[in-house]
């Protein structure tokens, strides 16, 4: 009598590459492989790792403080003043700065906007109200003292400031809050 050998296992019973059997047997070979390199290898790892945590704690400190940072410049601007800065950032004319040569230098509203802001936070801290700021900082250059100009799509300029408030009041006004009905 002849004996035969086992049937082997069915395909499907086979690990796969990528299946969990796999990924054990996998894991077991790289922990024989750590052990037998000896503790250099693990002393190298925890060296490795206790840096890019170190660089991580670094960075998280970093973003705390820049968040910091940007608090402290936001409250400088005052709520009405940023509302007009935006207002100045999102249009498509072209503002113009006349120096104290008589040159003229063109801005788009976000260049525009942004000279604005930085102006404001040098020069802006308490002032709260819109027209104040006008009158200090938004209306005039700082060392001429001379208007800015906003040149609309037909060529024609006018008088920042004019130009600003007309805006402001042709924006819509907010809805008052109603009380949900009881």
Known sequence: MTRRAAPSAPASDRPRPGSLAASRRGLLLAVAVAAAAGPACDEKFQSFLRNASDRHVEREKKKE????????EEAVISPPV???????????YDFVSVTSD???KRYSGFDFAGMLETK???LGRGLEGL????DQIGGRTF????SYLVRLPDGRELNFRSWLEAEIAALPTALPVTEPPP
């Open 65 to 72: 403080a820049d968040a910091v940072r940007l608090a402290t």
């Open 82 to 92: 940023r509302a007009a800065i935006a207002l100045v950032r999102t249009s498509d």
């Open 102 to 104: 008589g040159t003229r």
């Open 120 to 122: 404001t936070r040098w």
């Open 131 to 134: 027209p104040t700021w006008l």
């Open 143 to 146: 060392f001429g003292g001379r």
